[in-house]
């Protein structure tokens, strides 16, 4: 079955602690990326990725990190969490072709709480 | 950068009744997506918008792209309780990113 795998899908942890998700794609996608969902502001793109080694900041990504080592993989990590970043997260992927546009699949989320 | 605006943000409908979401952006749409998400869960693919006046259709829900007036419209005809949840749509703002608006949470009252 075509999905994306975020882990863990529910995380409480206290301020500074640092803390990865991981995110997992079996659909040989070249483009993954992180999104943040917030009451009131909707989804935010923090990091984006176009394929192995290459990653590129979104529009919300101070305190994020990303590697993307391998195709299939693209962790986003927290070096120092802090309570602005308590949000409900998302990873996605698609193909990528310049003439044609794909759909985005989306991870079921991942719901962080930073005290 | 580009802003995508839904209206309304909110509706509750009867059971059976029509109704009819908008997304307008500030700049002209070239891939226009919907998506449905059911609260604090992931987001389902609904449809994809390419070409002005395109339109489709999948079940009882039809997307149409209007180029021009730089906006796409969801109607869903004949509502269902499955129906609820937040309908979002997003647009591509550089190669393969997506902005995506801030949502409208349909519910359907039996």
């Known amino acids: 079955e075509a999905q994306v795998t975020q882990n863990p899908r529910y995380l409480i942890t206290v301020t500074g602690k640092k803390l990865t998700v991981t995110c997992s794609q079996n659909?040989?996608?070249?483009?993954m990326s992180w999104y943040r969902q917030d009451p009131g502001l909707g989804l935010r793109q923090i990091y984006y990725?176009?394929?192995?080694?290459?990653?590129d900041k979104g529009d919300v990504p101070e305190g994020y990190k990303v590697s993307r080592k391998e195709k299939r993989n693209f962790p986003l990590i927290l070096e120092s969490p802090s309570p602005n970043q308590t949000s409900l997260y998302f990873c996605?992927?698609?193909?990528?072709?310049?003439?044609?546009?794909?759909?985005?699949?989306f991870g079921p989320g991942t719901r962080l709480t930073v005290t | 950068s580009q802003e995508l605006e839904q209206s309304p943000q909110s509706l509750i409908v009867q059971e059976g009744k029509n109704l009819t979401i908008n997304c307008t952006s500030s700049?002209?749409?070239?891939?226009l997506y919907w998506y449905k998400q059911k609260y604090g869960e992931g987001l389902i693919f609904l449809m994809m918008?390419?070409?002005?006046?395109e339109e489709k259709s999948h079940e009882k829900i039809t997307a149409k792209l209007d180029e021009k007036k730089q906006q796409s419209s969801l109607h869903i005809t004949a509502s269902q309780p499955s129906h609820a949840g937040i309908y979002l749509c997003?647009?591509?703002?550089?190669?393969?990113?997506?902005?995506f608006g801030k949502g409208t949470m349909l519910l359907v009252s039996p």
């Open positions: 990725s176009m394929n192995v080694e290459v990653t």
């Open positions: 997003g647009a591509d703002t550089r190669y393969s990113t997506l902005t």
């Open positions: 918008l390419q070409k002005g006046g």
């Open positions: 996605a992927s698609s193909s990528v072709d310049r003439a044609y546009y794909y759909e985005q699949y």
């Open positions: 659909m040989n996608h070249e483009y």
């Open positions: 700049k002209t749409l070239y891939g």
